[in-house]
């Protein structure tokens, strides 16, 4: 039997002065909700759309800094989501007899447990 390993992590801070974090650089899941590519394009959208409008002086720089303010939150409730929609796959195979090694989850940043 092969180990499984899932990990489960959100950036605690996403701007470093001119760096931004995005997508996987930002946040990971476990490939459950197909949404590790999903939620990076929406951070990246939500990213470059506040760039462009900086860029071309049509807002001050400080608009960049609702950049993180404004994902964090939605990257936190996937990765929770992710979680618990592991969690139940995994009871799942489980009943099904689905036979795996040790499974390992890793989670940091403040991912909570699944609501009841």
């Not at 760039?51 to 049509?58: G, K, R």
């Not at 400080?62 to 939150?73: C, D, G, K, P």
Request: one cysteine or more; glycine letters at 6%; proline letters at 3%.
């Amino acid at each position: 039997m092969q180990s499984i390993c899932f990990i489960l992590r959100s950036r605690r801070g996403w701007r470093n002065n001119r760096l931004f974090s995005a997508g996987n650089a930002a946040h990971q899941m476990p490939p459950f909700l197909a949404q590790r590519m999903c939620a990076g394009i929406r951070d990246v959208a939500k990213l470059s759309r506040k760039l462009v409008i900086v860029l071309n002086d049509e807002a001050e720089d400080s608009l960049l800094a609702t950049y993180a303010v404004e994902r964090v939150n939605h990257a936190r409730d996937f990765v929770q989501l992710a979680k618990c929609v592991m969690k139940r796959s995994l009871l799942e195979w489980e009943k099904e007899s689905f036979r795996v090694g040790p499974i390992i989850i890793g989670a940091s940043g403040g991912v909570m447990g699944c609501p009841k």
